[in-house]
DNA sequence: ATGAAAGCGCTAACAT
DNA sequence: ATGTTAGCGCTTTCAT
């Protein structure tokens, strides 16, 4: 037996194409005879119903197929249960695998996830937190961030923000960082080896991440009274890029011995030039990658590299935020730093006698 | 000079740490002396209002800071701006590959993106849609649904859908599918080098891309007349996985010469299995991978796989999508074949003498 | 334990 | 070209 459901009013002829009327909480309390403000409370899962009663409305509600509305609830309560994730490019996995760990954290949470890729570009970057901003997100994820602190700061008033990669001087924003420790054990471990002459094949130009590990790499080498690193920036962060710093270095510095990267793909390009000139790593030139990716162990020579908890990072930084959304949730802890180990394999070796 | 804001009343004491009140039209429109409605028309661009009126609104926002609410928005047209797309594993290049491409579509358009990961889970699918079905999104992209055909149907009652990587006999339903013909020229191509013994290593075991491609192989050897290949399946989709189900054909059936995989992970597991062994790629076994990934060029030895243009898989999707929720879109086509080829490297070779 | 009424910020339908 | 009114679906007082 069809069951004609009630609407208010201006039950249209349905067509056969149109969309369906959703049901609403007014619907379901005609239905089960109770006041709109009890099913809000059994959507609420408010304790002071009665157990008949929730069970009543539960009924009706399952077989209207009903759904709460959240932009309704969201403009009342000023609370969207979804947070935004800003990234600078998805395509590449370190990006795509923080998504997963955040996506993760946010489904355990019970909220939604809006997804935004900056391309590494300030404009777009603030164009999307606007749009967030005005999707009323619960709380904003930021992943290498191109915006000035002051920018940072402004966003910080109007939602709760989580930094990766990226420290803040304002208490408000909390962030993780993946421990910039990490590179060094890469370059001590080069040094253990015997190597002297080093290079260094950079990342994204103007990254904050990328800053600090050129930097950690110079600093090992000056602390032991080394040579400085020749440096290759400015080149795609990808095999390719990594490829022609590598050749670039080799043009311009052909006694270099040892190169540290920016990340997995650089290195992977470095090795392949160098195998190009007839040069064998690690034999002739020991090579070091920085990321871990699922194939960096697969690699020819398997690659040496930092292996960074990418999942966890991503987890945590939501974690974090999770942290500042809840109520009460003032005195959980503000920031996090993900430690990171180096993964030894067959890309590194003694330098040549 | 400080400049007072003017609130409506309830401006409580600001003490310092709470959030500052976002400004509404009203207030737009009180401080720029227009009607409410007048605002609301210079926020969507309404032509007709005269340039005078806009500008005087247009400064009044921006001083203030306007932002629109769009849960407001949405509550009354019905409409979010948003879309949703479930995927099963955004760890997976192909996944976030996806991913990029509607990203980039989205924003295009002026949208926003709503991501869910299911992780191949039916029951966390539907949860899921209808998670996104709450926010209202505008359209869903279902990338590798588990979903049987009738719950898809369902949803599409409720929401423009697009499904990736599958066909559906619905007609509201759009779909955009990679050429399956596509593993056919890996398995052509294979065969004109000599193989005879062919193993198949799957992928993942309900998956509907998966059980085509397998057909696929069976199908090619089938029509020539050849022998069945040993099909490895069930294993994991990674390069484990690919290693593992490698060394159960080698045991099972040492005769093969010829493997085709679901995709380039699998490959790469099974280039190793065989090397492991004292074996050649591809002197003694060729191996064949699907998706050509970034670092198919420099497996080694380089991969032989058919290219997936994937990121042009995820824009088209999209496209597909804001063709069937632009207003007059319905004329739009309601599906997709994305075109493949094979790029051969060195890891396919003439069979042994 | 339950209900009535007000209103969140915005747009649609009708004025003027 | 601009304004008025009503109401989207929900939660929040405050009653009862």
Not at 311 to 317: I, P, Q
Not at 330 to 336: I, L, R
């Amino acid at each position: 037996m069809a069951q004609k459901i009630a609407t208010t009013s201006g039950d249209k002829e349905n067509d056969g194409t149109r969309r369906p009327r959703v049901p609403t909480m007014k619907q379901i309390a005609e239905e089960a005879k109770v006041s709109i403000k009890t099913v809000s409370r059994v959507m609420n899962n408010d304790p002071a119903v009665k157990e008949a009663t929730r069970g009543k409305v539960m009924d009706v509600a399952g077989t209207l197929g009903y759904r709460p509305n959240t932009p309704a609830r969201t403009l009342v309560t000023g609370r969207s249960k979804t947070i935004g994730l800003l990234i600078s490019d998805i395509g590449n996995y370190f990006f795509s695998e923080i998504v997963k760990g955040v996506q993760v954290a946010t489904e355990e949470e019970g909220y939604s996830l809006l997804l935004c890729d900056t391309g590494e570009n300030p404009d777009t970057e603030l164009r999307c937190v606007d749009l967030l901003l005005g999707h009323k997100v619960d709380g904003l994820i930021l992943s290498s961030s191109r915006l000035k602190d002051d920018q940072i700061s402004n966003v910080a008033k109007y939602s709760d923000v989580v930094l990766c990669n990226r420290t803040h001087p304002d208490e408000k924003v909390r962030s993780v960082c993946i421990e910039d420790n990490a590179l060094h054990l890469a370059t001590e471990h080069l040094i253990e080896l015997g190597h002297r002459h080093f290079g260094y094949i950079g990342g994204p130009v103007r990254g904050r991440a990328a800053w600090m590990r050129e930097e950690g790499c110079r600093e090992v080498l000056a602390r032991h009274g080394f040579e400085k690193p020749i440096v290759a920036s400015g080149f795609p962060v990808s095999i390719e890029g990594g490829y022609e710093a590598m050749n670039w270095i080799l043009d311009v510095k052909p006694e270099v011995s040892a190169i540290v990267t920016y990340n997995d793909m650089l290195a992977i390009g470095a090795m392949k030039a160098v195998q190009a000139r007839g040069l064998k790593v690690p034999e002739d030139i020991s090579v070091v990658g920085f990321d871990d990716l699922n194939f960096a162990a697969h690699t020819n020579p398997p690659l040496t590299t930092v292996s960074v908890p990418i999942f966890r990072f991503g987890y945590k930084a939501a974690q974090l935020l999770f942290g500042a959304i809840r109520p009460n949730g003032d005195d959980t802890p503000h920031s996090d730093v993900i430690k990171c180990h180096l993964v030894i394999r067959s890309s590194t070796g003694k330098v040549k006698a």
